[in-house]
């Protein structure tokens, strides 16, 4: 693996880490069977400044980004799920 | 002449790809090189032979060395591959150079070592070759305490079944619940309390700092961030790392997991060189990022992809979804995709749909309550992820799911479906269909709410 692909790697990685760590402290609110998770010393720029800026980020905007930065797989066919219309509730007959 | 196909690794997805080329196309010569002494059995039914479930190892066994050799397959045991030479289409093994036309690379995984003094302590065990897991099965019975690291799926069902086996069981984990990095804390809630009864000590949110030796050289205890725990083993049941050194050493593409890159045809980007299983990365069928890491079945079912495209044969490996299931202490938990967890962590959007069912007709002897949780896209409602917890059918329905998923289902096709009832093995009402009646009743509640 080059240099580079290591780097992207172990972003990825962290990056992971520490997202799951901010949904499973919101999560874990009203779930008494559930600990605190363990803290590490020295994560202040991922919890501070990515979670943050990360979670402000709209869905379709990251997934154009990741696209764009070709952290999707390539050389395949993405899954051919029908275009769906939005969904609306039913309305009562008249 | 016949080709020459050479498949490194003998687990499921090496196996797969040798067995199937052979028989798809008899005139190649297929060769397997594998490092251990034992092919094709079972290293997922390990902790259930620990903890009783299961009588003896031998009964893992699936097929012999001598069987392959039947089949025509020549078979390298207890020879490991150090080299591959992609320009001169050559692999080193014991020192010798073989050459080969085509090449699958299915060398698996290894557990991530623990970053901590006494990592190389005697007494450390993981949970993966089936010889060393009779020994230490042996010297279970002399035992009285196991410390097991890591709240993944192996670490349960190991203080699961070393629970039932009448072990005190401390289950460490930096996380706040077992299983965290994909199951939701309602789901967690059960698991926990089934492992408690086994007579496991749940210890989350905790460290390890070290392992602590005696003059022996053999562990003694672990030291964590909440104090000393005294042990006669620990069995460390950390992340699974893609064996993926050979690949990298030739020039072959890894990917942002640390996997072989491969396309849906299983063809790295080195011609004639294949690869499957735990070793190579794969993308998720909703997000298309890579994950890897996955189970037995997709291992299998990824060498069969490859066999079949090294005969010249079409066949297309999907994007994955990802259905899991297994018994975390008495309790079947399952999920495919997505749970809240991971889409709250990716940030995915997502509405949910929750229902309580029953695995039989009510009044039949056994019927067993079944929980769906289901989320969807919030504007088509079109599945994204699960998760089903309680007694018998989770692993059906979580496979169902997965495949609905993938086709584009969504909340209103499976509020509608068609369900099997009799009274013995299905009740009335599908509890995935009741998850997903609630779910469209609360939208369309909520959205009335904001039109009015």
Redesign the interface.
């Known amino acids: ?1 080059s240099d580079l ?1 290591e780097l ?2 172990r972003l ?1 990685a962290r990056a ?1 880490h520490h ?2 760590l ?7 609110r009203g ?8 803290r590490e010393r020295g994560d202040g720029f991922w919890r501070l400044v990515f979670v943050p800026l ?2 402000r ?1 709209p ?1 379709p905007v ?2 154009r980004v ?2 764009t930065a070709r ?12 275009p ?7 309305r009562p007959r008249s | 002449m016949s080709q020459r196909l050479i498949v490194i690794g003998g687990g499921g997805a090496g196996t797969a790809a040798a067995t199937i080329a052979k028989r798809l196309d008899p005139s190649l010569t297929v060769t397997v090189f594998t490092e251990f002494p034992d092919i094709a059995y079972s290293p997922c039914g390990i902790p259930f032979v620990h903890g009783r479930e299961i009588p003896k190892f031998e009964d893992l066994f699936l097929s012999t060395v001598d069987r392959y050799r039947e089949d025509g397959l020549d078979m390298r045991m207890e020879t490991a591959v150090t080299d591959i030479d992609l320009d001169r289409g050559t692999i080193t093994a014991r020192n010798t150079h073989e050459g080969f036309d085509k090449l699958v690379i299915a060398t698996g995984f290894h557990y991530e070592k623990p970053d901590v003094p006494g990592a190389n302590l005697d007494g450390l065990h993981y949970v993966k070759d089936i010889r060393a897991a009779m020994e230490f099965d042996k010297a279970l019975d002399a035992m009285k305490r196991v410390v097991v690291c890591g709240a993944t799926p192996l670490g349960v069902e190991m203080a699961g079944n070393l629970g039932h086996r009448g072990l005190e069981v401390d289950f460490v984990d930096e996380g706040p619940w077992a299983l965290s990095e994909v199951l939701d804390p309602d789901v967690a809630e059960p698991v926990h309390e089934s492992l408690t009864k086994r007579g496991v000590t749940l210890r989350f949110g905790t460290k390890v700092e070290a392992f602590l030796g005696g003059d022996d050289g053999r562990v003694r205890a672990v030291a964590t961030s909440a104090g000393e725990l005294p042990c006669d083993a620990v069995v460390v049941c950390s992340n699974k790392l893609p064996n993926a050194t050979l690949a990298k050493a030739a020039g072959i593409e890894i990917g942002t997991t640390g996997g072989i890159a491969v396309d849906e045809r299983m063809r790295t980007n080195k011609p004639n060189v294949w690869a499957a299983g735990d070793v190579i990365e794969v993308p998720h069928g909703l997000t298309m990022l890579p994950v890897r890491g996955l189970t037995g079945a997709h291992a299998y079912a990824q060498g069969r992809t490859a066999a079949f495209d090294i005969v010249g044969r079409d066949a297309v490996y999907d994007p994955v979804w990802i259905p899991w299931g297994m018994v975390a202490g008495d309790y079947t938990i399952g999920g495919f995709s997505l749970g809240e967890t991971l889409a709250q962590a990716i940030g995915v959007p997502y509405v949910l749909a929750t229902g309580v069912g029953v695995s039989r007709a009510r009044y039949y002897p056994g019927a067993q309550r079944t929980h769906v949780k289901l989320l969807a896209e919030p504007d088509t409602l079109k599945l994204i992820g699960g998760q089903v917890h309680g007694g018998e059918g989770v692993k059906e329905r979580c496979d169902f799911l997965a495949f609905a998923a993938k086709r584009g289902a969504t909340l209103e096709d499976i509020a509608w479906m068609e369900n099997i009832y009799s009274p013995p093995i299905g009740a009335l009402f599908e509890p995935m269909a009741i998850a997903a009646q609630n779910g469209l009743t609360a939208l369309a509640a909520e959205r009335e709410q904001v039109t009015t």
């Open positions: 693996m692909a992207k790697a990825r992971e997202l799951r901010d949904a499973v402290r919101r999560l874990r779930a008494p069977s559930t600990f605190e998770p363990y990360y979670r980020i869905w990251k997934q990741m696209q952290m999707t797989a390539r050389g395949w066919t993405p899954p051919r799920r029908e769906g219309e939005p969904w609306r509730p039913p």
